[in-house]
Nanobody, 121 residues
Framework: QVQLVESGGGLVQSGGSLRLSCAAS????????MGWYRQAPGKQRELVADITSLGRTNYSDAVKGRFTVSRDNAKNLVHLQMNSLKPEDTAEYHCNARCKVDLLGRELDYWGQGTQVTVSS
């Protein structure tokens, strides 16, 4: 059974920092691109950052230079270090695993339940 469990959310003042973590189980971690998405009330879910098993990263323009995504392939963990937080970063943050499931390159997406990040001004 696949599980992605996020932790580290909370309330922080503008300019502060938080570190989110996602613990993955039930997947072949090295076969997955791990990502963080967020969804604010009334808005669509959007990609924040993702990272391949080889450590190649991708960030949305909104967080580039402030957030850093990393992964520990030995422990099946992925982290999101968020610095210089702004009120517009307020959202529920979800861990995502996009995993190759066969030699044809087909993929499956798995999602965590989410962790709330609230940034006060």
């Amino acid at each position: 059974q696949v599980q992605l469990v996020e932790s580290g959310g909370g309330l922080v003042q503008s300019g502060g920092s938080l570190r989110l973590s996602c613990a993955a189980s039930g997947i072949i971690f090295r076969m997955c691109v791990m990502g963080w998405y967020r969804q604010a009330p009334g808005k669509q879910r959007e990609l924040v950052a993702d990272i391949t098993s080889l450590g190649r990263t991708n960030y949305s323009d909104a967080v580039k230079g402030r957030f850093t995504v990393s992964r520990d392939n030995a422990k099946n963990l992925v982290h999101l270090q968020m610095n210089s937080l702004k009120p517009e970063d307020t959202a529920e943050y979800h861990c995502n695993a996009r995993c190759k499931v066969d030699l044809l390159g087909r993929e499956l997406d798995y999602w965590g339940q989410g962790t709330q990040v609230t940034v006060s001004s």
